[in-house]
Structures are given as C-alpha cells and as structure tokens.
C-alpha cells in the first residue's frame, strides 16, 4: 500500500560535490519527489517537500496549513504570514499529515445513458458486474474496489445509479426487484471491502426534463425513493445517502426544502446515523455554493431532532477551462477561486464538505494541479472530509478522465497515473 505517511523525501538543502553549487530549487507547489520523478528535490527558502503518496511530493508554505486565497485578508493575526502567491495561518487544525479522512473513486456504470436533462434510458446502463445477467463479459467494479482498497488506500466508493434503473423507469413505483438486486450486488461488493459506500442517484434532480418538486415529481414521489432505500440499507452504517447528484438551474431554496423531505424520510425510515449528502444547485460547484445560495439554503436543514449530524455539503469541482470535466487537459488546482473561500465558511459555520467528483486527464497538467488540489484538501482536513475520483467502474481505460485500472492475464491491477501520483495514500 503507497504510504503518504513516509519521511520526507529530500533535506532543504543540497549541494553539487566538489562544486559547491547550490541544487536547482523547485518553486512553491511545484513537485519534489516521487517515483519516476527526475527533476528538483529541494524547495526555495520558506517551503518543504511534503509527501502526498509514493507517486507524488510537493513544495509546500513551511507553516503548513493553508486557509484563504492569494489575496491577504484585511484583518491578520500576529500567527499569519503571507508567501508569494498564498496567504497561509497556523490555526490549530490537524496537521497535513493526517489528511482528509476519506479516500475513493466512483465506480460507474448503473448512471450510464442519463444526460443532464434528467433523462436515462434503463437499457442504457452498463452494471460494472463480471457476472452480470450471467454474462461474464462486464467491467469487474468489485474487483476495482478490492485492488483499490488493497493497493491505493481508498476506502470510499461512490456508486452511481439512476433513477429509473431502481424503479424499471415507473415514477413513484416500488424498487425494481431485479435491477435493485443487480445494484445491491455493487453495493455489497463495496461493503465486503470495509469501504463507505454512497448510494448516487444520478437524475441532475430531475426525472425525464422536469425538476423535483418543481414542476416535475413531486417531493413525494422522491420521498418514497428514499424511503425505500433508506429501510433496505437503514442497519449498514457504512451506507452514504448521496441525497442527488449535480442539481442545476432550480430553485434553490425550494430544492432545499425538497433535500429536507428526504433527510426527514431517511431519519425516519430506521438510518438514524448514517451520513446524508446535502447537494445544492450549479452542477453542485464547489466554486459557487456560496454566492449561488446554496451554502446559505442548504444549512437550514436539520435531523428530525433539530441537530445537523452527519448532514454534509456534498460538491464537485473539476480542473478544466470551463470546470465540465470534459476535457484532458486542466488549467488549474481550484484552492483559490473554490476550496479556500468555502473551507472559510464551512469554518465560520461549524459544517463539513466531501468533495464527490473531480477528475482529469492522465496528462501533466491534470497531474500537477490535482495534486495540489487534493493536497490542499489534506491540509484542510477539518472541513473536507475527503474526495473521491470520478471515474473508474465501467469506463473504458480510454476514457479522457479514466481512472479505470488495468488488469493483466496474471491478476495484476495497473492503476492510470492520476490516480497513483495523486487520488492514492
């Protein structure tokens, strides 16, 4: 298993022989160490090379945890100290080391043929299950789960479905015995690994173009959905209730309410004290939960007994040009313009965020940035609970933003880059 636990990799400082010529330096959050890394080990003078796992290891502020963006605040304490390009404060926090508490990917396939209308074709689905239907000839995501579990570290996975998969496409109908038995199969796949497992209904809220409680659905045709899969699953306590994956254009104070419904029904539906994702509007950007008021609507709601337990802000972010994660190529690392302004308020306000999907190409610039993405997350453990990866599962390894391993004759699982350099511990 890849440690990101090990000792630093390099001493500040290096020489050349009997030159005396001081190593080139690498600048703040550019990469250090790592297997298969040929360039500079030692940081510039105010930084150190921090480990992120066996793959990867960045120059990182000496002072360690990093709270606001390059901007300096108004107001600074006597503890802050700006560098270059980050304005960083020794709070007391957990230290970098002991990291986001979970680490996963999601294993798809169930979602598949549902476009952000809302609309999925139930024959569309491609299970990620060797033996499904009795074929043998489907993506193996038990398996995934098991080597990343073994192999990376994880111990979270996100399963996505749709929709009218569990209910055979009949609105307000029970669950589908037959397809809810091919989804349990994933499900207790996960659970067998000791993982988390989050539940993804993945409708972008909606059913077939209309919005939930919008026009669309009603809440309680929603309300019945959960509270089905809430009694079937309310004994596990590694079962993540992933409430709705990527809402966009609602509004969000009316969907809030609609997020209340279905707290409330899993609350009562026997899940007493499972984690519950609260998703907002905007593709559920974590750049713009904020000033979209989704973060402001979403901290209303509340367990049956008035607390907030184990309720989660739940977003998503992608390091592309226009943040799609449609592209290979990514242009930034998200701490500035989305993670820190947000890791402020969820501070101010006592909540906690989990980062559900984000992803890039197996390209340098992907590499780069979503190292420094996740080590920022790491370093700000307290209100980001973790991350997982999108997408391995039944994505071909030839998928732009795979995260599909590979399997060799002899049993063998290869991971892609992104995923060994920085999605593993």
């Not at 600074?76 to 980050?86: G, H």
Request: aromatic residues 10%.
């Amino acid at each position: 298993m890849k440690n990101n636990k090990a000792s630093r990799l390099l001493a500040a400082y290096l020489y050349l022989g009997a030159t005396g010529v001081v190593a080139q330096q690498q600048t703040t959050w550019g990469q250090c160490g790592g297997i298969g890394y040929s360039g500079p080990t030692s940081c510039t003078s105010g930084t150190s090379c921090s480990t992120l796992n066996s793959y990867y290891a960045q120059c990182i502020p000496a002072t360690g945890i990093i709270t606001s963006t390059r901007t300096t605040l108004a107001s600074t304490s006597a503890t802050t100290t700006t560098s270059a390009s980050r304005t960083t404060s020794a709070t007391s926090i957990p230290p970098p080391s002991s990291g986001v508490r979970f680490a996963g990917i999601n294993i798809a396939g169930f979602d598949f043929s549902c476009s952000t209308d809302g609309t999925c074709n139930v024959s569309g689905a491609y299970p990620p299950l060797k033996n499904y239907d009795g074929a043998n000839n489907y993506p193996d995501g038990v398996g995934q789960m098991q080597h990343f579990v073994k192999d990376d570290g994880f111990n979270i996975f996100r399963l996505p479905v749709s929709w009218q998969y569990l209910v055979n496409a009949n609105l307000g109908g029970t669950l589908d015995a037959t397809n809810l038995g091919y989804y349990d199969q994933l499900v207790q796949g996960c659970l067998a690994t000791g993982a988390y497992c989050i539940i993804d209904i993945h409708n972008y809220a909606r059913w077939n173009g209309k919005i939930i409680g919008q026009g669309g659905p009603t809440n309680a045709q929603f309300v019945s959905l959960w509270t089905q899969i809430a009694t079937k699953y309310a004994s596990e306590p590694r079962i993540w209730f992933g409430t709705m994956n990527e809402p966009h254009d609602v509004n969000i104070t009316t969907w809030a309410g609609t997020v209340q419904a279905v707290v409330t029904a899993i609350r009562n539906a026997g899940a007493a004290s499972q984690y519950i994702s609260l998703p907002g509007t905007d593709y559920q950007s974590a750049g713009q939960i904020i000033s979209d008021g989704g973060a402001a609507a979403l901290s209303i709601i509340k367990n049956p007994d008035g607390s907030t337990t184990n309720l989660i802000f739940d977003v998503h972010k992608y390091l592309d040009s226009d943040n799609s994660g449609t592209n290979s190529i990514c242009v930034t690392d998200n701490v500035d313009s989305a993670f820190a302004p947000l890791a402020t308020w969820l501070r101010t306000n006592k909540r906690q965020a989990i980062l559900t999907e984000t992803g890039g190409g197996n390209t340098p610039s992907c590499e780069q940035y979503m190292c420094q993405q996740i080590q920022y997350l790491n370093q700000n453990a307290d209100v980001y609970m973790g991350y997982v990866g999108w997408a391995a599962g039944s994505f071909d390894p030839g998928y732009p933003l795979a995260e599909t391993p590979v399997q060799a004759s002899s049993g063998a699982w290869t991971d892609q880059p992104l995923v060994s350099m920085c999605l593993a511990r």
